[in-house]
C-alpha cells in the first residue's frame, strides 16, 4: 500500500539524537533557533522536541523552591482559601504586592524557555530562579479588586517586602484587619506562593515588559482586573490537584 503523508525527511533518527544531546548540555533552548540552526522548519523541531523526546519548552520563572512540607501546607491552605471563595469575596479581596522594578534587562520566561520532558524537571535545570537580592532600583505597590484597581505607589527602598517579618508582625495583621473588609491573615496564607497573588501571576508579567509604568498602569482595561480575579479559585484547585506542588497550566 502507497504510504499516506508527507515521507519523514527531516526528523530522522540521526536528527532526534543530536537534538536529545544538545539539550541535555543545555536546556535554555528555543525551539525557534534550534530549528534555524539545524535549517529545519519550526514545525519539524517541535515534532523532535514534542513528538519524539516527549519534551515541553517550560517558561523560565523566578519563583521559590518547594520542599515536601512547603506542598503540604500550600495545599492545606489553597482548600481553605477556596471555601472562602464560595460566597464571592475573593471578588473584593484587595490583592497587594510590591515589586522592584530595575534598569538591567531581566531574562524573559517567553523568550528563554527550558526544555525538558516535565515541570519538575524544568526546576531542577534552572527554570526557577529563586528571589534572593535584587539590585537598586525602583520599588512600586500597587493592587486590584475584581472592580478596579490602586493607584501605583513608589515606595522607599528600605520598605520590607513579602515574606518579611514586618509583614507578619502582630501590629502589621491587626492594621489589616481593622481596616479591611476582607483580609487574610499572614497564618492563612501559603508561604513562597507568587502563583496564588494575581498581582504576582497576572499584573507585573504584564508591566515589566513596559517602560512607562504609570501610563501602561493607567491603560490597563476595567475588565482586566475581573478576570485576573477570576482566575484565582483555579489557581488554587490546581494547587489541590498537584498536591502542593507548580502547576503549569490550569483549566
Given amino acids: ?58 517558561r523560565m520563572q523566578k519563583e521559590a523552591f518547594l520542599n515536601q512540607k512547603n506542598k503540604t501546607f500550600r495545599m492545606k491552605k489553597a482548600r481553605k482559601l477556596l471555601a472562602g471563595t464560595k460566597d464571592g469575596s475573593h471578588l473584593t479581596t484587595l490583592s497587594t504586592d510590591e515589586k522592584i522594578f530595575t534598569v538591567e534587562a531581566n531574562k524573559n520566561g517567553q523568550s528563554h524557555p527550558i526544555i525538558a520532558t516535565d515541570y519538575q524537571s524544568a526546576c531542577e ?52 484587619r481593622a481596616n479591611f473588609l476582607e483580609f ?26 513596559k517602560t512607562a509604568l504609570i501610563k501602561k498602569w493607567d491603560e490597563i482595561d476595567d475588565d482586566y482586573p475581573r478576570a485576573v480575579i477570576d482566575a484565582y479559585p483555579k489557581r488554587l484547585k490546581a494547587v489541590i490537584t498537584a498536591k502542593g506542588g507548580r502547576f503549569e497550566n490550569y483549566s
Avoid: C
Avoid at 150 to 176: C, M, N
Avoid at 202 to 208: D, H, N
Fill in 1 to 58: 500500500m502507497q504510504r499516506k503523508g508527507r515521507p519523514v525527511t527531516v526528523t530522522t533518527p540521526e536528527a532526534v539524537k543530536a537534538v536529545r544531546e544538545k539539550i541535555r548540555r543545555t536546556p535554555e533552548r528555543s525551539v525557534r533557533k534550534m530549528a534555524k540552526e539545524y535549517k529545519m522548519s519550526r514545525e519539524s523541531m517541535r515534532t523532535i522536541v514534542k513528538d519524539k523526546l516527549k519534551m515541553i519548552p517550560y
Fill in 125 to 176: 535545570k534552572e527554570k526557577i530562579l529563586n528571589k534572593t537580592s535584587h539590585p537598586a532600583s525602583v520599588m512600586v505597590f500597587a493592587g486590584i479588586t475584581a472592580d478596579g484597581k490602586t493607584p501605583l505607589i513608589f515606595v522607599d527602598s528600605g520598605v520590607k517586602q513579602d515574606g518579611a517579618p514586618a509583614h507578619r508582625a502582630k501590629g502589621t495583621q491587626e492594621w489589616y
Fill in 184 to 209: 487574610i491573615s499572614a497564618a492563612d496564607w501559603p508561604a513562597s506562593s507568587p502563583d496564588l497573588n494575581p498581582m504576582d501571576y497576572a499584573v507585573w508579567i504584564y508591566l515589566t515588559e
